[in-house]
């Protein structure tokens, strides 16, 4: 069963940058499509950026474009989100998903941005 763990939260300053990382096991990450979700607080889980299995297609949320970037290195098993120009509201916590047949989750880690 795959498995996903986040890492590269943390408290940036407004208009700073970050890198978040996704680490994938238990299986070939190149057969999933991926994606970044996130939730802040008092607010529904939305989609932030996905990618097909070979990132022949991404997407990205309205609020995010050209500032977030998704990747992802399936010989490293691994999906970044770089993260650009970050705003008040980025402030939430990230989740990187996989998706084939079942979707899989990641535990979440914390995007704090301050002014």
């Known amino acids: 069963q795959l498995q996903l763990v986040e890492s590269g939260g943390g408290l940036v300053q407004s208009g700073g940058s970050l890198r978040l990382s996704c680490a994938a096991s238990g299986s070939n990450l190149d057969r999933y499509a991926v994606a970044w979700f996130r939730q802040a607080p008092g607010k529904e889980r939305e989609g932030v950026s996905c990618a097909t299995t070979r990132s022949d297609v991404t997407n990205y949320a309205d609020s995010v474009k050209g500032r977030f970037t998704i990747s992802r290195d399936n010989a490293k098993n691994m999906v970044y989100l770089q993260m650009n120009s970050l705003l008040l509201e980025d402030t939430a916590v990230y989740y990187c998903?996989?998706?084939?047949?079942?979707?899989?989750w990641g535990q979440g880690t914390q995007v704090t941005v301050s002014s």
């Open positions: 998903t996989a998706a084939s047949r079942s979707r899989y």
